[in-house]
């Protein structure tokens, strides 16, 4: 969480078992490896996603003619988004991994993003009543320094559409959020082979908060118990809908469901049930609109903290990737055999801690997304000097770390 003054798929042929993450795990299952159709299941897979004939392991999508037979005993079954395989430049998930597909049948290369926590509009607090003039255009700056300095492959952007006075809303508020935030992930997108995971922060469709903190804890509601059935009859389903909508076709885009779901009130039960319907919420209008299915970031628990409940039953969706935030994270949080995790927020790291911990991000292939890349507001741990200009993006000593390491590992 912000820790600072404002909190603010495929017809698979041929693929043989993907290796998992090297070192140990915490409580997780085996997924051992796959042979010909089809990753680690118990036998013979159910029908397929999208459409898709022949997918061994059990799909979950609507659609798809018989599965194939599953090889392996043992883990969970995860069939990548039949037509993200399928599609050169998508994410989808095998196993423990991400891979880009080469826009073939054959198993894609293995992904790893690397990058860092944007603010929108609101600046984490600086534009809190989005009066300040012209902030399309100083958050574009903010991107274009980023990409020319940093080097990243992969940034964050959330939506903080509720966590401030003025409230606004993907549905309605189109030239004032929509629109501006739209062009703003499309421009990221716009740079080669660079990923953002879009995430809806906070909403007014959101739920079960955590008290202590309620500003960016919520868990995403539905139809049957939705906050007000008069203004949100479906809860969230209907932000989730239209954030489809303005994504559909582009590969870049990853979907995270929320920030921190719950805070340290949230049950297993009761988020993983809301994970999983908003997953699929999103699965059924992509279906719709027949376009491939995008990675999705689901929480766990703990300020998204613990997802080991994930690692000993993953969601049954396709493309579902787990996400941990730590301050720093412990190396067993993040370290999974069977389900693929990305950080989507780290900090609090020295120069002696950072080097053994992005050694093992590598050797992991860990995605990673470091906070908190903004030179408006003090939302520690800041990558930035605060010196509230869009040109002046000043790396203090955490930031020097996380751009040598991006720049490091930046793609040629």
């Known amino acids: 969480?912000?820790?600072?003054?404002?909190?603010?798929?495929?017809?698979?042929?041929?693929?043989?078992?993907?290796?998992?993450?090297?070192?140990?795990?915490?409580?997780?299952?085996?997924?051992?490896?796959?042979?010909?159709?089809?990753?680690?299941?118990?036998?013979?897979?159910?029908?397929?996603?999208?459409?898709?004939?022949?997918?061994?392991?059990?799909?979950?999508?609507?659609?798809?003619?018989?599965?194939?037979?599953?090889?392996?005993?043992?883990?969970?079954?995860?069939?990548?988004?039949?037509?993200?395989?399928?599609?050169?430049?998508?994410?989808?998930?095998?196993?423990?991994?991400?891979?880009?597909?080469?826009?073939?049948?054959?198993?894609?290369?293995?992904?790893?993003?690397?990058?860092?926590?944007?603010?929108?509009?609101?600046?984490?607090?600086?534009?809190?009543?989005?009066?300040?003039q012209g902030a399309e255009g100083l958050l574009k700056a903010e991107v274009d320094g980023l990409f020319s300095a940093w080097k990243p492959n992969f940034v964050r952007m959330s939506l903080s559409m509720n966590s401030f006075p003025?409230?606004?809303?993907?549905?309605?508020?189109?030239?004032?959020?929509?629109?501006?935030?739209?062009?703003?992930?499309?421009?990221?997108?716009?740079?080669?082979?660079?990923?953002?995971?879009?995430?809806?922060?906070?909403?007014?469709?959101m739920i079960g908060n955590d008290p202590g903190n309620p500003e960016a804890t919520g868990i995403p509601s539905d139809a049957t118990n939705t906050p007000d059935k008069t203004l949100y009859p479906t809860g969230t389903d209907a932000v989730y809908i239209a954030m489809v909508d303005s994504f559909a076709s582009d590969p870049f885009v990853l979907f995270g469901l929320t920030n921190?779901?719950?805070?340290?009130?949230?049950?297993?039960?009761?988020?993983?049930?809301?994970?999983?319907?908003?997953?699929?919420?999103?699965?059924?209008?992509?279906?719709?609109?027949?376009?491939?299915?995008?990675?999705?970031?689901?929480?766990?628990?703990?300020?998204?903290?613990?997802?080991?409940?994930?690692?000993?039953?993953p969601l049954t969706q396709d493309n579902v990737v787990y996400e941990l935030h730590g301050y720093p994270p412990g190396t067993a949080s993040y370290t999974f055999d069977n389900i693929p995790v990305i950080l989507g927020e780290y900090g609090n790291l020295d120069g002696n801690s950072a080097a053994t911990f992005f050694q093992d991000l590598e050797t992991k292939q860990i995605s990673n997304l470091a906070w908190d890349f903004d030179p408006y507001s003090n939302c520690s741990p800041d990558l930035l000097d605060i010196t509230q200009d869009a040109t002046k993006l000043n790396s203090n000593d955490w930031g020097k770390l996380v751009q040598a390491y991006l720049i490091k590992h930046a793609l040629p």
């Open 1 to 132: 969480m912000r820790r600072g003054t404002i909190v603010t798929l495929g017809f698979l042929s041929g693929l043989n078992g993907l290796l998992g993450c090297s070192g140990g795990s915490s409580d997780t299952s085996s997924s051992a490896g796959a042979a010909g159709l089809g990753e680690a299941g118990n036998g013979a897979g159910g029908s397929g996603t999208s459409g898709a004939a022949g997918i061994a392991g059990g799909g979950t999508a609507s659609g798809g003619g018989a599965g194939g037979a599953g090889a392996g005993s043992g883990g969970s079954t995860f069939t990548p988004g039949t037509t993200a395989m399928m599609n050169k430049g998508w994410l989808y998930t095998m196993g423990n991994q991400i891979l880009v597909s080469n826009g073939g049948a054959a198993a894609g290369t293995r992904w790893m993003g690397r990058g860092v926590n944007m603010d929108d509009l609101f600046f984490c607090g600086y534009n809190y009543m989005l009066m300040t």
């Open 166 to 205: 003025v409230k606004t809303s993907w549905l309605t508020d189109e030239a004032k959020y929509k629109t501006p935030m739209t062009n703003l992930i499309k421009g990221i997108g716009a740079h080669p082979n660079t990923y953002v995971l879009v995430s809806l922060r906070s909403d007014v469709t």
């Open 260 to 313: 921190e779901a719950g805070g340290n009130a949230g049950t297993e039960d009761k988020t993983r049930a809301a994970m999983s319907h908003a997953v699929s919420t999103i699965r059924t209008e992509e279906d719709k609109l027949g376009v491939p299915h995008h990675l999705v970031s689901v929480q766990g628990l703990g300020y998204t903290g613990n997802i080991s409940m994930y690692g000993k039953q």
